[in-house]
């Protein structure tokens, strides 16, 4: 995602088959049934979209950012749109009927972060990210619904993207493109010291035990109490001695 003239500011927003990359000499390949399949060099099936014999005639990535599969009348058999990893795109959706929540990317010390959005029959059928910084729900019916707006934007906010960090936080970032310079802004932090979300209630924000006040990691958890908080603030290991243990019936 980016501009022609910005190669180098391209950021990566969906990938297939994310937690088992393939190796080199990989083929994408769409075959004439319809399927898109990614394989390694020896053969081996790594992802596909399932679409063989299901009417599609046609492979195209939209302006928008969405890989779709369709048929001969345009409509979408497959679209990327439906399967987001830790990102949607401007217009994308989690939506009953295909996915529900994000997953963000694992680290060496963190397993995958899950935000999860409650899209059901019940109080919301879907929820879209819009251009305008917001977020906009809606229900079973057209009397249940709005729009929810994170930040009021200055500047056109087109090519914007909302993504669930590995750190737990919900950001999203901006392309600002004009004649001098070009980059990406962070115009929306969810957990932060300028909102109402404090950062106190990312997960691990002091460490697995460290305890956060006002959004400063101010200790840890010691068999004397509450101590000073440092980056190995984690619980103390205690060994317990074996004993005979009776058992009266």
Not at 38 to 43: F, R, V
Not at 141 to 148: D, P, Q, V
Not at 206 to 230: I, M
Request: aromatic fraction near 10%; glycine fraction near 10%; charged fraction near 20%.
């Amino acid at each position: 995602m980016g501009t022609v003239r910005s190669e180098s500011l391209m950021r990566w927003v969906w990938e297939a088959n994310r937690g088992n990359p393939v190796g080199e000499k990989a083929t994408l390949i769409f075959g004439t049934e319809g399927n898109l399949v990614l394989a390694d060099a020896n053969g081996r099936i790594a992802w596909q979209t399932n679409t063989a014999n299901k009417g599609v005639v046609g492979f195209k990535l939209l302006s928008n950012g969405n890989m779709v599969l369709h048929d001969s009348k345009g409509r979408f058999i497959w679209q990327s749109f439906d399967h987001p990893t830790d990102t949607l795109l401007v217009g994308q959706s989690l939506k009953l009927g295909a996915a529900t929540k994000l997953v963000s990317r694992a680290s060496e010390n963190r397993t995958p972060m899950v935000l999860i959005v409650c899209v059901s029959k019940g109080p919301l059928n879907h929820v879209t990210f819009g251009s305008e910084l917001s977020l906009a729900f809606q229900g079973p019916n057209s009397s249940y619904g709005g729009t929810l707006t994170l930040r009021r934007p200055k500047y056109n906010t087109t090519l914007s993207y909302i993504r669930l960090e590995i750190d737990g936080n919900l950001r999203i970032y901006t392309y600002e493109d004009n004649a001098d310079w070009s980059a990406w802004q962070v115009t929306y932090t969810l957990f932060s010291r300028d909102s109402w979300e404090t950062e106190c209630q990312l997960p691990e924000r002091c460490g697995n035990f460290g305890l956060c006040q006002k959004d400063q990691c101010v200790a840890c958890p010691s068999p004397k109490g509450v101590l000073g908080w440092s980056k190995n603030c984690q619980a103390a290991k205690v060994s317990c001695g074996v004993k005979d243990f009776y058992y009266y019936n």
